[in-house]
């Protein structure tokens, strides 16, 4: 491919990255992503489970949480996305924890 | 409009929908040794419509999806598309022309061996860079056409017939290797049709970071042989509403990559606010021809193409994608329109006690 166009494919790249740490300057902390009707949200005051690290730092990769689902469909959900997403065994036990706590 | 459903040649697998809903009908019939084992019905439904250089297409697509975990090792699922298409016939035809697509996508059953391995078999996704796996679906896309390289390393259909060794490699707090490797075998009829090839994907994702970077190859092994190779970067940096993704390809008769990024303005009252549903996303893609031989789905002269967008996101799981894209090419520049809604469905395959 020439260079011209990587030098602008690379340049949009820098500009959205760019836009992206702007972003992040004056970004809020973290909130929980919707997840299971059966599974409220952890009060802020309690430190972050490893389960709620596990979805934070995957479920919105690729698509948007789901608002709501039912918890006998979380083991599903998580043996689905396991898959789909090579998470490992460890990440899919701590979240099946966290969505059924 | 060049979702890769539309471009892969129909497979109007009755037999494969039929196995889908036998499937329904035989799973309940299984032990659910857990609360949380339910099989589910998911997938997602859109209407998208394209003017593209002054022709109005209009796109009604259905995607189902069924997973039904066996047991404690074992995850069968299944996604078939229902598309529609109404095309203005144009010259001597009057009206619109109709037509309409019953195909199976994948039908396949997961084996997790081991901790890190998992065995996949029957008809499944072509593991190649990220958009066949992980961005097709109508209710994951940002843009309701997929980027122009999208046909790249899909061994000419899109999904593969054998086996899948797949997994993650090595895990910690700080990195995760996955990979993916896969052997497909010919078949020709309709239903649960392939290419005979193989390849695969290795990938490093960076939790902290929230940044993955991955490699991808492939070979066709029946034709003319041909490779194909890719890389992938995608990034949402922590805490922000934004995601940036892109990824390259190289085959044998052209090559070329996309670089998309969306946000959520989340940074007015949270993801849930008003504002905070509003998505704008831009998209720049180029493709580039090696040589003349076209057999690979890609525009047939070098092509360069903005898109931006700007999609809503409904409570209730519905979105409005909008977008307006510019294409420039040496056969003319042309503009193309597109809205459409989406949404997306989750329930459990039957009702609980």
Avoid at chain 1, 32 to 44: D, E, G
Avoid at chain 2, 131 to 157: H, K, V
Avoid at chain 2, 164 to 181: D, E, P, Q, T, V
């Amino acid at each position: 491919m020439s260079f011209k166009y990587w030098i602008k494919g690379s340049l949009t790249l820098t500009l959205v990255s760019a836009l992206g740490l702007a972003a992040q300057q004056n970004s809020t902390p973290a909130t929980t992503p919707p997840v299971s009707t059966a599974v409220q949200k952890q009060p802020p005051a309690q430190p972050q489970s490893e389960g709620e690290r596990v979805f934070q730092q995957n479920c919105w990769r690729c698509h948007d949480a789901p608002e709501g689902f039912s918890p006998r469909i979380s083991g599903t959900i998580v043996r689905h996305m396991r898959v789909r997403a090579s998470l490992s065994q460890h990440d899919e036990q701590v979240l099946l924890k966290f969505f059924n706590p | 409009m060049q979702r890769p459903t539309l471009k892969i040649a129909p497979r109007a697998s009755a037999h494969a929908i039929r196995c889908f809903l036998l499937a329904l009908v035989v799973l309940p019939l299984a032990q659910y040794d857990s609360a949380q084992n339910t099989p589910l019905i998911s997938g997602g439904g859109a209407f998208f419509t394209s003017t593209n250089g002054g022709n109005t297409n209009y796109y009604p697509i259905t995607e189902p999806v069924l997973a039904a975990p066996l047991g404690q090792h074992i995850l069968v699922e299944s996604r078939a598309s229902l598309l529609e298409s109404f095309s203005p016939g144009g010259g001597s035809q009057p009206g619109y022309i109709h037509s309409h697509f019953i195909a199976e996508s994948y039908l396949q059953g997961d084996f997790l061996a081991l901790p890190r391995l998992t065995i996949v078999a029957g008809h499944y996704l072509i593991p190649f860079n990220t958009y066949n796996e992980r961005l097709s679906p109508p209710w994951i896309g940002n843009f309701q056409d997929g980027p122009l390289i999208s046909p790249l390393g899909l061994l000419q259909g899109g999904s593969g017939l054998g086996g899948m060794l797949r997994g993650n490699a090595f895990a910690s707090n700080k990195h995760s290797i996955s990979y993916a490797y896969f052997y497909s075998t010919r078949r020709n009829a309709e239903e649960f049709a392939a290419h005979r090839g193989t390849g695969g994907r290795a990938s490093l994702y960076l939790p902290e970071q929230r940044l993955e970077l991955g490699l991808s190859y492939d070979r066709l092994l029946q034709g003319t042989h041909e490779n194909f190779y890719g890389a992938y970067l995608w990034w949402e940096p922590k805490d922000t509403g934004l995601r940036v993704r892109s990824e390259a390809a190289r085959g044998h008769h052209a090559q070329g990559y996309w670089v998309e990024a969306d946000y959520r303005l989340k940074a007015f009252g949270g993801f849930d606010s008003a504002i905070g549903r509003i998505e704008p996303v831009f998209r720049m893609q180029q493709t580039l021809r090696r040589d003349t031989i076209v057999s690979d789905g890609l525009p047939l002269v070098n092509t360069q193409r903005a898109d931006f967008g700007l999609d809503y996101n409904f409570p209730h799981n519905i979105r409005i994608l909008t977008s307006y894209a510019r294409q420039f090419s040496s056969t003319g520049n042309r503009n193309v329109w597109e809205t459409g809604i989406a949404y997306r469905f989750l329930f459990p395959a039957w009702k609980g006690k």
